[in-house]
């Protein structure tokens, strides 16, 4: 499972529905991935974010880095899709899950859709 910057944001605010579905996985033994851009969007308060802290301390969880490589896909990814109104950060997020073949949990189906549709999304 890839975690966009609302589904993190649903961590920390104990949204239900999104720890059920990361307790599923979990009991699944998935992982889940985290790209770094996402983390940097929602970071703000740092050891105070205690429920976002605890997700990224699991093992199962791998925030995935935004690296000159990555982030040169997601630029190409927005321009291939003529994508301009869609943050980079998205595109990272739309890579992430192709890469690891996994369902993304966003609150921003519709623009991930835009950038690849074949892509697994659950929306919030």
Known sequence: MTLDASALIAVE??????????QRAFERGARVFVPAGALAQVWRRGPRQARLALLLEDPAVSVETLDEKMAKAAGELCGRRGTND??????????????????VLTGDSEDLLRLDPGLEVVGM
């Not at 605010?13 to 990361?22: I, S, Y």
């Not at 869609?86 to 369902?103: F, H």
Request: charged share 30%; net charge positive; proline share 0%.
């Open 13 to 22: 605010g104990a949204d239900r529905r999104v720890g059920v579905l990361l």
């Open 86 to 103: 869609v943050d980079v950060i998205d595109a990272s997020v739309a890579l992430t899950g192709r890469r690891y073949r996994s369902i």
